[in-house]
């Protein structure tokens, strides 16, 4: 292919917004349209699920509203799709997306499901060490719940190559969705790492979605954008040496300029000279950006490094729970009476003997946010919420923390405002470790389907 | 004469497990020499006040006139298992933004929304 190809983005995270997913699939032109819906915990969250609830089938929960939106548009353009929304079950998730398109009409639409991250039966013998703390994985055994390795471009484009018109993966590295049209399209050695640095780059660009395109950027006054309620998502029109124009569908609101783009460049990045990927080590220190027009950046310079030999692992394990709620004060010595709130709680765990590893009070309005970093001087809020969490080993402890602020109903102080407690008040963790594994233990495979 | 940085940067940060990566970028190229020379990995580490509990690494990114501050320990022991309300840590950059800058006169004009006293 020497032509432009036309890149778009349909989700940056599981929670995105579907209608800015539809604009791209109805008015953005697109040759492909690429789904992010996994964090880091996903698959961890979605293996708890599955124990608990037979019924859930594993993949994105917003799958249907997501395809719904976006079916039509792309079916009729011939706009092909790459997702991960298959999450712990790409099989059912591409099973469920071809029982869509039959419901919309479209036969004979070739779907691909990438499977083979799920490496949990085998992940204590493939790798060895956990990367944030240097003890064996071995440790985590008595805990482990899920364990994916994050693959990268190449089964995505494989399908491709085969004739898949949709392609549904579990844990892909969230560049590598982005990228794989640009190795099938442009026919990209798989080791060509200046090529796949580049693209790579502009994938890193894409899978956060709004966050280029005007999201979790304006602040007033300093930095502005045009109608921040209707963002569009990116499209990247992307050149066969790896560069690209980062621009979105016009009449949206948001905007793409040198700092949305700047901004996004470094999101996640460590060494910007080294962002290790599964396809490729980026090398983003080199990058020429230019304002080629409205909402239009040029990105070219980005370059790229050999890959390394061995891919990522997350690995979930239970790490007990946290109980959580919070009430309020306002009004003038509204932050005296929460600083005695604090107090009360503090000798209500110790009287009703609150096993926890951690406990935080904090006052929101004040310091809940920035914690240890707020200001000493920072002036007294009019309103503050008295803010309580802790991480205990049993959901028994956890229920504690949400009992203890009931008590400050009656037993409280002074303009105690409360919430009626009727929302769950603790929640599981899931801990997510890292380790490396060899790239070879851990093969693709790939199913097709048709509607 | 001394400025906070929201005038002379703007910035993004993002997580990875207990590490947030904060960027600061330069409004114009000619105040990015300010946050090379005044915006050391051990102020930077200083102004968050304890918040960040490990190491503070610093990668200046002169094409696009940024520097990524890469602190570990940022993320209250983790996004999954922090304790922390914004427990992705997306609101972190902004405690940066209060950081005081000496800025000589010949580059006010560059600066951002600001207006002498």
Same mark, same amino acid.
């Given at each position: 292919?020497?032509?432009?190809?036309?890149?778009?983005?349909?989700?940056?995270?599981?929670?995105? &917004?579907?209608? !800015?997913?539809?604009?791209?699939?109805? $008015?953005?032109?697109?040759?492909?349209?690429?789904?992010?819906?996994?964090?880091?915990?996903?698959?961890?969250?979605?293996?708890?699920?599955?124990?608990?609830?037979?019924?859930?089938?594993?993949?994105?929960?917003?799958?249907?509203?997501?395809?719904?939106?976006?079916?039509?548009?792309?079916?009729?353009?011939?706009?092909?799709?790459?997702?991960?929304?298959?999450?712990?079950?790409?099989?059912?998730?591409?099973?469920?997306?071809?029982?869509?398109?039959?419901?919309?009409?479209?036969?004979?639409?070739?779907? *691909?499901? /990438?499977?083979?991250?799920?490496?949990?039966?085998?992940?204590?013998? @493939?790798?060895?060490?956990?990367?944030?703390?240097?003890?064996?994985?071995?440790?985590?055994?008595?805990?482990? =719940?899920?364990?994916?390795?994050?693959?990268?471009? *190449?089964?995505? *484009?494989?399908?491709?190559?085969?004739?898949?018109?949709?392609? /549904?993966?579990?844990?892909?590295?969230?560049?590598?969705?982005?990228?794989?049209?640009?190795?099938?399209?442009?026919?990209? #050695?798989?080791?060509?790492?200046? &090529?796949?640095?580049?693209?790579?780059?502009?994938?890193? @660009?894409?899978?956060?979605?709004?966050?280029?395109?005007?999201?979790?950027?304006?602040?007033?006054?300093?930095? #502005?954008?045009?109608?921040?309620?209707?963002?569009?998502?990116? +499209?990247?029109?992307?050149?066969?040496?790896?560069?690209?124009?980062?621009?979105?569908?016009?009449?949206?609101?948001?905007?793409?300029?040198?700092?949305?783009?700047?901004?996004?460049?470094?999101?996640?990045?460590?060494? !910007?000279?080294?962002?290790?990927?599964?396809?490729?080590?980026?090398?983003?220190?080199?990058?020429?950006?230019?304002?080629?027009?409205?909402?239009?950046?040029?990105?070219?310079?980005?370059?790229?490094?050999?890959?390394?030999?061995?891919?990522?692992?997350?690995?979930?394990?239970?790490?007990?729970?946290?109980?959580?709620?919070?009430?309020?004060?306002?009004?003038?010595?509204?932050?005296?009476?929460?600083?005695?709130?604090? &107090? +009360?709680?503090?000798?209500?765990?110790?009287?009703?003997?609150?096993?926890?590893?951690?406990?935080?009070?904090?006052?929101?309005?004040?310091?809940? =946010?920035?914690? *240890?970093?707020?200001?000493?001087?920072?002036?007294?809020?009019?309103?503050?919420?008295?803010?309580?969490?802790?991480?205990?080993?049993? $959901?028994?402890?956890? =229920?504690?923390?949400?009992?203890? /602020?009931?008590?400050?109903?009656?037993?409280?102080?002074?303009?105690?405002?409360?919430?009626?407690?009727?929302?769950?008040?603790?929640?599981?963790? =899931?801990?997510?470790?890292?380790?490396? /594994?060899?790239?070879?233990?851990?093969?693709?495979?790939?199913?097709?389907?048709?509607? | 004469? %001394?400025? %906070?940085?929201?005038?002379?940067?703007?910035?993004?940060?993002?997580? %990875?497990?207990?590490?947030?990566?904060i960027a600061v970028f330069a409004y114009t190229p000619a105040l990015y020499p300010l946050l090379v020379e005044q915006l050391t990995a051990e102020r930077f580490k200083a102004h968050y006040?304890?918040?960040?509990?490990?190491?503070?690494?610093?990668?200046?990114?002169?094409?696009?006139?940024?520097?990524?501050?890469?602190?570990?320990?940022?993320?209250?022991?983790?996004?999954?298992?922090?304790?922390?309300?914004?427990?992705?840590? %997306?609101?972190?950059?902004?405690?940066?933004?209060?950081?005081?800058?000496?800025?000589?006169?010949?580059?006010?004009?560059?600066?951002?929304?600001?207006?002498?006293?």
């Amino acid at each position: 292919m020497s032509r432009t190809l036309r890149i778009g983005s349909g989700a940056a995270w599981w929670g995105d &917004r579907i209608e !800015p997913a539809r604009l791209n699939a109805e $008015r953005g032109e697109l040759d492909y349209l690429c789904f992010e819906t996994m964090a880091e915990a996903t698959v961890s969250a979605a293996q708890v699920r599955a124990r608990r609830d037979p019924a859930f089938p594993g993949y994105d929960t917003y799958l249907d509203d997501r395809m719904r939106a976006v079916l039509p548009a792309c079916m009729a353009r011939g706009t092909r799709i790459v997702s991960n929304q298959g999450w712990i079950n790409p099989d059912g998730a591409a099973a469920r997306i071809v029982a869509l398109l039959r419901e919309l009409g479209f036969s004979g639409v070739k779907v *691909a499901s /990438v499977n083979g991250s799920l490496i949990t039966d085998r992940v204590l013998s @493939l790798t060895d060490r956990i990367l944030e703390n240097g003890q064996p994985t071995a440790t985590l055994a008595p805990t482990l =719940i899920s364990a994916e390795a994050y693959l990268g471009a *190449a089964p995505i *484009a494989e399908a491709l190559a085969a004739g898949a018109r949709i392609v /549904v993966t579990g844990r892909v590295a969230d560049p590598s969705i982005f990228m794989a049209p640009m190795l099938h399209e442009f026919g990209w #050695d798989p080791l060509d790492h200046a &090529r796949l640095g580049a693209g790579n780059g502009i994938g890193h @660009l894409l899978e956060c979605g709004a966050q280029v395109t005007g999201g979790y950027f304006p602040d007033p006054g300093f930095k #502005d954008v045009p109608e921040p309620w209707n963002l569009a998502f990116p +499209i990247a029109e992307v050149q066969p040496d790896g560069s690209a124009v980062i621009t979105k569908v016009a009449g949206s609101g948001g905007a793409v300029t040198l700092q949305t783009v700047k901004e996004q460049l470094l999101y996640e990045v460590h060494d !910007p000279a080294n962002y290790l990927t599964p396809d490729v080590v980026v090398d983003f220190t080199t990058v020429r950006l230019e304002q080629a027009g409205p909402d239009r950046v040029r990105v070219s310079g980005i370059g790229g490094k050999p890959r390394t030999p061995t891919l990522k692992v997350s690995i979930g394990c239970t790490e007990g729970f946290i109980g959580e709620d919070m009430f309020f004060y306002a009004g003038p010595g509204a932050l005296r009476r929460a600083q005695l709130a604090k &107090r +009360i709680l503090e000798e209500r765990f110790r009287i009703v003997g609150l096993q926890a590893e951690d406990v935080r009070i904090d006052f929101l309005g004040l310091n809940a =946010i920035h914690g *240890a970093a707020t200001p000493p001087d920072a002036p007294e809020p009019y309103e503050v919420a008295v803010r309580v969490a802790a991480r205990t080993r049993t $959901r028994e402890e956890a =229920i504690k923390v949400g009992r203890e /602020v009931d008590g400050m109903a009656v037993s409280g102080i002074a303009h105690t405002g409360k919430r009626v407690p009727h929302q769950d008040r603790t929640r599981e963790v =899931i801990g997510v470790w890292s380790s490396l /594994v060899p790239r070879e233990q851990v093969p693709a495979t790939i199913r097709y389907w048709e509607s | 004469m %001394k400025v %906070k940085l929201q005038h002379v940067a703007h910035a993004r940060s993002g997580d %990875k497990g207990d590490t947030s990566n904060i960027a600061v970028f330069a409004y114009t190229p000619a105040l990015y020499p300010l946050l090379v020379e005044q915006l050391t990995a051990e102020r930077f580490k200083a102004h968050y006040r304890g918040a960040i509990k490990g190491e503070v690494i610093r990668y200046p990114v002169e094409a696009i006139h940024a520097i990524n501050f890469v602190c570990h320990g940022a993320l209250g022991g983790g996004v999954s298992r922090s304790l922390c309300l914004d427990n992705y840590g %997306k609101a972190l950059s902004a405690a940066i933004l209060g950081f005081e800058v000496e800025v000589p006169g010949g580059l006010v004009k560059e600066l951002k929304n600001f207006t002498e006293a």
